[in-house]
């Protein structure tokens, strides 16, 4: 039922001006508090729904609704870790690769938007980084490396947008993250990501920048945002804040 009530908003023709059942956007004097809490109930139930992958997709491939997309991409993220012993390695890495593609086939997304559902991947890679069924880094690195290589200055930047997406996910210093993960896991991801891939990150941003760095001066504006990105990401790697060699959380637990 809750599947269904959400999918109001989607099949919504705003172009015809066929307004739905609530605009979760609208001032309070068009929409009543009693409209907007129930809205917002809808939303909160819909999150909860088992397995809404395809749900979601539908949405994502066909809502032109800003907000209804934002929690679409919300709905996968906190979905997937609810869910994550229910799922296929296949189905983890065939959903990691669709909102990827989706980002890339959707480039006038609002920003909100589009960083919402980088984030959902960067919280399926992490999920997977000490579960050998999740989604690889490899497979993230083969597609970021032809985003960079298409020569699409769009592409390149949504490559960038996509690891520091990763970057912000593994170095976030909260107690407990927005989708439920222990501080004891974050810090077995955290750690595990800086022996295996941090220096991949870092020797990648520093590839790309030697390709532009042999371009002719002066550099287009394009190139030079793609440039500017690059270069946000190698600070936030050499000032990354390494995983003490010995566990902080052992030394609270055991000392």
């Given at each position: 039922?809750?599947?269904?009530?959400?999918?109001?908003?989607?099949?919504?023709?705003?172009?015809?001006?066929?307004?739905?059942?609530?605009?979760?956007?609208?001032?309070?004097?068009?929409?009543?508090?009693?409209?907007?809490?129930?809205?917002?109930?809808?939303?909160?139930?819909?999150?909860?729904?088992?397995?809404?992958?395809?749900?979601?997709?539908?949405?994502?491939?066909?809502?032109?609704?800003?907000?209804?997309?934002?929690?679409?991409?919300?709905?996968?993220?906190?979905?997937?870790?609810?869910?994550?012993?229910?799922?296929?390695?296949?189905?983890?890495?065939?959903l990691r690769s669709f909102l990827?593609?989706?980002?890339?086939?959707?480039?006038?997304?609002?920003?909100?938007?589009?960083?919402?559902?980088?984030?959902?991947?960067?919280?399926?890679?992490?999920?997977?980084?000490?579960?050998?069924?999740?989604?690889?880094?490899?497979?993230?690195?083969?597609?970021?490396?032809?985003?960079?290589?298409?020569?699409?200055?769009?592409m390149q930047l949504v490559a960038?947008?996509?690891?520091?997406?990763?970057?912000?996910?593994?170095?976030?210093?909260?107690?407990?993250?927005?989708?439920?993960?222990?501080?004891?896991?974050?810090?077995?991801?955290?750690?595990?990501?800086?022996?295996?891939?941090?220096?991949?990150?870092?020797?990648?941003?520093?590839?790309?920048?030697?390709?532009?760095?042999?371009?002719?001066?002066?550099?287009?504006?394009?190139?030079?945002?793609?440039?500017?990105?690059?270069?946000?990401?190698?600070?936030?790697?050499?000032?990354?804040?390494?995983?003490?060699?010995?566990?902080?959380?052992?030394?609270?637990?055991?000392?």
């Amino acid at each position: 039922m809750r599947q269904q009530i959400f999918m109001i908003f989607v099949h919504c023709d705003w172009s015809l001006k066929r307004k739905p059942p609530f605009d979760f956007q609208a001032p309070p004097n068009v929409v009543t508090s009693e409209q907007r809490h129930e809205a917002e109930k809808i939303i909160l139930e819909f999150r909860k729904t088992k397995l809404p992958y395809n749900v979601c997709r539908f949405i994502l491939e066909n809502s032109k609704c800003d907000y209804v997309l934002f929690q679409a991409a919300t709905t996968i993220k906190e979905a997937i870790i609810r869910e994550w012993s229910l799922l296929a390695g296949e189905d983890i890495e065939s959903l990691r690769s669709f909102l990827l593609q989706y980002i890339t086939q959707h480039i006038s997304l609002q920003s909100y938007v589009r960083e919402q559902v980088l984030q959902t991947v960067a919280v399926i890679l992490k999920r997977g980084t000490i579960d050998t069924k999740g989604a690889s880094q490899d497979s993230l690195f083969h597609d970021v490396s032809q985003l960079v290589s298409s020569g699409n200055v769009t592409m390149q930047l949504v490559a960038c947008s996509m690891l520091t997406a990763l970057l912000n996910e593994y170095s976030s210093s909260s107690r407990m993250s927005s989708v439920g993960f222990t501080w004891e896991f974050h810090s077995k991801c955290k750690r595990t990501f800086e022996e295996k891939d941090l220096k991949r990150v870092f020797l990648f941003a520093l590839q790309v920048m030697y390709e532009i760095e042999k371009q002719p001066s002066p550099l287009p504006r394009e190139t030079t945002a793609v440039l500017n990105r690059l270069l946000s990401i190698t600070e936030h790697v050499l000032c990354w804040e390494f995983t003490p060699k010995i566990s902080i959380l052992y030394l609270l637990t055991y000392c």
